[in-house]
């Protein structure tokens, strides 16, 4: 049996077709929907984004569906940056991105919302819609009690953004309740205390959903496939809805006889817990929800697809086999490789990039009001660097610092045919990301490391361990252009005073720092992302009797995304961890340092026996770049990463990737 007959063994369901209503799509892979934020607040959709769902198609996925969290109702105020279904300036492009997505035999869909209290009236100044006037504990806006005249406009809503993209040739819709929307609220008897004939008991509450189903129905033909994405267990007791009842509303829209498929995930967006396994990050398990809908499974007579971090080709075979779906939602793990069906169905599996579950490019930004990009894959969100172009002549580069960013322009330069030599000072690869992988949190964060060394060695690049990165190592190399990705290196906390009670959290990862049952630890953090909460609930699972994180902003991790936040605060609160959010590390005249309240005199000193990790104290190592331009002035010389600044991981990979394309 050849390699391709293994794999299409191995991964038999996988790849088989599978009908959905009148359609057949080619395979079990589904890019769920997903909003980007590229159409700068507009809801309309651009070039971009049809280049962005074509090259999903391009990479194999059977199913693309678009456009997360999609508006189809004029008056509601979106958010998270949606597109707008309602609006006709659309359909061009509606047209162009169907005909270019089947072009490579994947069926296109569009999700279809209306977010209801979910949403935000902050840019668009129209209120909030919800059954009643209970405020969303997450983003906390009390919503317009919907009239029962006003319900009708809506429900026809839904039925033209279907029309409209039927219309313009797609192949289904996917009418979403999930993450807390609208037609969520109405089914929660926690969330609805309405009188009208849209309240009350459980047909009442599900009258909403049903009336807007048979209106889809109704409006499109019965090729036309329609979805429905919902949440399997709501991960909280806020709607007074458990597993149990959404099974319930399940099998009741499933006896409509107008559903095609449905969508089964995790969580709501009731609350900050809630809503981070909505998108669930490195803290879940794997396949977290599909035990979940491998229930519904059970009970509904139409194909279920499973989302929820299914990562690589062989879980996903594993949870067809298993019968929790019948379609597997690999979103994250297509952001990160949208090639990764054609490689697995090549059986080529070391060559997939693999998500790092990071969250903090994708959905993490998009809850931050910003634009989607991935950490790992740079072409994500700037397409241009999807094509790396053979070099038109041969040269040998030398590249410094085997950080992420180094081995990215590694791996991008022998690509493009050129003599790579790589020099790291230590005994491994990876820099900063290999100790930061250590967090038991964060278990698939050194994945991408290791694709890229395994990529390395594919590729012949000339990997020079334990060589340090001299003006004399690099230049005895006699390289015709050098790239510097020597990182970042910790700033003292004051210049001329080196105590040796300040320590990095790089040191302790690395085991130069131990802690043990009588260590007490002061993790000062004035940087306000993962890093500093990970060091912190590290030294505490390594026994340290008493952790506290220190910070001079408003709360600790200040600047950490809705999707990451909640889990780190869960982590920390479990290990006891004491948050010290408005606190300024300081020293006194005598040299002693102290916490000092930001707004008032209050001083407490750290005693002789607490050990201090500084985060967020480091600046670019940018010596060797000074050296060499002195010593090599006619010499191309490119600085990229935390040698240039201290940035996100998503900055020195992109630079890693643009500099090996422009050499």
Request: glycine residues 8%; contains cysteine; aromatic residues 6%.
């Amino acid at each position: 049996m050849d390699n391709n007959q293994t794999v299409r063994a191995n991964l038999k369901t996988l790849f088989s077709p599978l009908k959905i209503g009148t359609k057949e799509a080619k395979n079990r892979i589904v890019s769920t929907a997903h909003a980007v934020a590229w159409d700068n607040g507009t809801g309309i959709i651009n070039e971009r984004h049809v280049r962005y769902h074509e090259r999903k198609a391009a990479g194999g996925a059977g199913i693309i569906m678009t456009f997360g969290s999609a508006s189809v109702y004029e008056e509601s105020a979106a958010s998270y940056g949606s597109v707008s279904l309602w609006n006709e300036e659309n359909e061009p492009l509606l047209k162009e991105l169907a005909e270019r997505v089947h072009a490579h035999g994947s069926l296109i869909m569009s999700q279809a919302t209306h977010m209801g209290r979910r949403a935000g009236s902050s840019i668009s100044g129209r209120p909030i819609q919800a059954p009643s006037a209970i405020p969303e504990g997450v983003h906390r806006e009390t919503p317009h009690v919907l009239r029962t005249e006003e319900i009708a406009p809506i429900v026809e809503s839904f039925a033209d953004a279907a029309a409209r993209l039927e219309r313009c040739g797609w192949d289904g819709i996917e009418i979403t309740s999930f993450a807390g929307h609208l037609i969520e609220q109405f089914w929660s008897p926690a969330l609805n205390h309405r009188t009208d004939r849209y309240g009350g008991d459980f047909a009442g509450r599900m009258r909403f959903s049903i009336e807007v189903i048979q209106a889809v129905r109704e409006a499109v033909s019965s090729d036309f496939i329609i979805g429905f994405r919902m949440t399997g267990d709501p991960k909280t007791d806020v709607l007074g809805l458990d597993h149990e009842d959404m099974l319930e509303i399940a099998r009741t829209l499933d006896h409509l006889g107008c559903i095609d498929m449905f969508g089964i995930s995790g969580g709501t967006g009731a609350t900050y817990s809630a809503q981070a396994a909505v998108v669930p990050g490195d803290t879940f398990a794997r396949g977290t929800f599909n035990h979940v809908s491998g229930k519904m499974k059970e009970h509904l007579s139409v194909p279920v697809l499973a989302a929820g971090r299914n990562l690589d080709p062989s879980q996903a075979e594993k949870a067809l086999t298993n019968e929790d779906c019948d379609l597997v939602g690999m979103t994250r793990a297509i952001i990160a490789d949208p090639d990764m069906p054609q490689l697995a169905q090549k059986g080529e599996f070391s060559r997939i990039r693999p998500c790092i579950a990071c969250t903090e490019g994708c959905i993490g930004r998009l809850y931050m009001g910003m634009p989607v990009l991935c950490t790992v894959n740079p072409a994500m969100a700037d397409d241009s660097l999807d094509h790396i172009p053979p070099a038109q002549h041969q040269r040998k580069i030398a590249i410094v610092g085997g950080g992420p960013a180094g081995m990215e322009a590694a791996r991008v330069s022998a690509i493009r045919g050129h003599e790579v030599h790589l020099l790291e000072s230590t005994d491994k690869l990876g820099g900063k990301v290999y100790f930061a992988a250590m967090a038991s949190e964060r278990p698939h964060y050194g994945r991408h490391i290791k694709w890229l060394e395994q990529e390395l060695n594919r590729l012949n690049v000339n990997v020079h361990l334990n060589k340090k990165g001299t003006s004399d190592n690099v230049l005895q190399l006699n390289p015709d252009a050098v790239v510097l990705a020597t990182g970042s290196n910790p700033r003292n906390f004051e210049a001329n005073d080196l105590n040796p009670r300040y320590v990095t959290d790089v040191e302790l990862l690395d085991s130069q720092v131990s802690i043990n049952a009588d260590s007490k630890v002061i993790v000062y953090d004035r940087e306000g992302k993962f890093r500093g909460g990970s060091i912190a609930h590290f030294a505490a699972e390594a026994g340290a009797s008493q952790v506290e994180i220190a910070t001079p902003l408003w709360s600790i991790s200040e600047d950490l995304d809705e999707m990451q936040k909640p889990e780190l605060y869960r982590l920390l609160s479990e290990k006891n961890v004491t948050m010290s959010p408005n606190k300024h590390l300081v020293k006194t005249r005598d040299g002693i340092p102290v916490l000092k309240d930001k707004w008032t005199d209050r001083k407490r000193i750290i005693e002789k026996d607490e050990m201090i990790i500084l985060i967020g104290y480091e600046e670019g190592d940018n010596r060797l770049f000074n050296q060499l331009t002195s010593a090599a002035p006619d010499r191309e010389i490119e600085l990229i990463g935390d040698a240039v600044s201290p940035r996100r991981l998503h900055d020195a990979i992109s630079e890693g990737t643009r500099v090996g394309i422009l050499l």
